[in-house]
Nanobody
Framework: QVHLVESGGGSVQPGGSLKLSCAAS????????MGWFRQSPGKERDFVAT????????KYVDSVEGRFTISRDNVKNIVYLQMNSLKPEDTAVYYC????????????????WGQGTQVTVSS
């Protein structure tokens, strides 16, 4: 199995930027489709973005399209989430996840999860 550790969260003002990283260890990283999800207090864990095994295909939830960019480095075994033009509604714990099935927006299709990193957008 793969072990995932997120980093890069923090507090930022509206309009600011953050770059999240998720380092993977264990099995061959390029075997996994990677995703980012987020969860706000009292809400379900929601899909944010996903990227295929070689980084050629990406998909985003509509609310972050054009502001967030998911990418991966299969040499360093890291997946990134560049977040620009952040809004207060982006505040959440952000999780990276991995699956061997294929690109999907469904959280229950991802068996492997990191511990999460908090992102707070506030003035």
């Amino acid at each position: 199995q793969v072990h995932l550790v997120e980093s890069g969260g923090g507090s930022v003002q509206p309009g600011g930027s953050l770059k999240l990283s998720c380092a993977a260890s264990g099995r061959t990283f390029s075997n996994y489709v990677m995703g980012w999800f987020r969860q706000s207090p009292g809400k379900e864990r929601d899909f944010v973005a996903t990227i295929d095994r070689i980084g050629h295909s990406t998909k985003y939830v509509d609310s972050v399209e054009g502001r967030f960019t998911i990418s991966r480095d299969n040499v360093k075994n890291i997946v990134y989430l560049q977040m620009n033009s952040l809004k207060p509604e982006d505040t959440a714990v952000y999780y990276c996840a991995a699956n061997t099935i294929g690109p999907t927006t469904k959280s229950d299709a991802f068996p492997y999860w990191g511990q999460g990193t908090q992102v707070t957008v506030s003035s």
